[in-house]
């Protein structure tokens, strides 16, 4: 099996700046895209961003300019750096990862993360 564990999340003011990070490790022949996404309460799950095992990245809108997202294929890692952080931004945020098992003949698995808690307050 494959785990996904963040870290980084918690409570911080308006205009600060949150670094989270995933861990995924378990049966992993190949790690393929990785991202995050966010789930505020009484709303859906939305993209936050995602990055390639090249390096090619997605945003959504809402935090383009102000979020970056990295990995380190060498760890299996990957980074959401959040800046210049808004109330909106609350939420839990989710890893994601697109994962090919050993074993499983190029079959790709969809993995998500337990959840970290974002908090920003005004």
């Known amino acids: 099996q494959v785990q996904l564990v963040e870290s980084g999340g918690g409570l911080v003011q308006a205009g600060g700046s949150l670094r989270l990070s995933c861990a995924a490790s378990?049966?992993?022949?190949?790690?393929?895209?990785m991202g995050w996404y966010r789930q505020a309460p009484g709303k859906q799950r939305d993209l936050v961003a995602t990055?390639?095992?090249?390096?090619?990245?997605n945003y959504a809108d809402s935090v383009k300019g102000r979020f970056t997202i990295s990995r380190d294929n060498a760890k299996n890692t990957v980074f959401l750096q959040m800046n210049s952080l808004k109330p909106e931004d609350t939420a839990v945020y989710f890893c994601?990862?697109?994962?090919?098992?050993?074993?499983?003949?190029?079959?790709?698995?969809?993995?998500w993360g337990q959840g970290t808690q974002v908090t920003v307050s005004s």
């Open positions: 378990g049966s992993i022949s190949s790690l393929n895209a």
């Open positions: 994601n990862a697109n994962v090919v098992r050993i074993g499983s003949l190029n079959i790709r698995y969809n993995y």
């Open positions: 990055i390639t095992a090249g390096g090619s990245v």
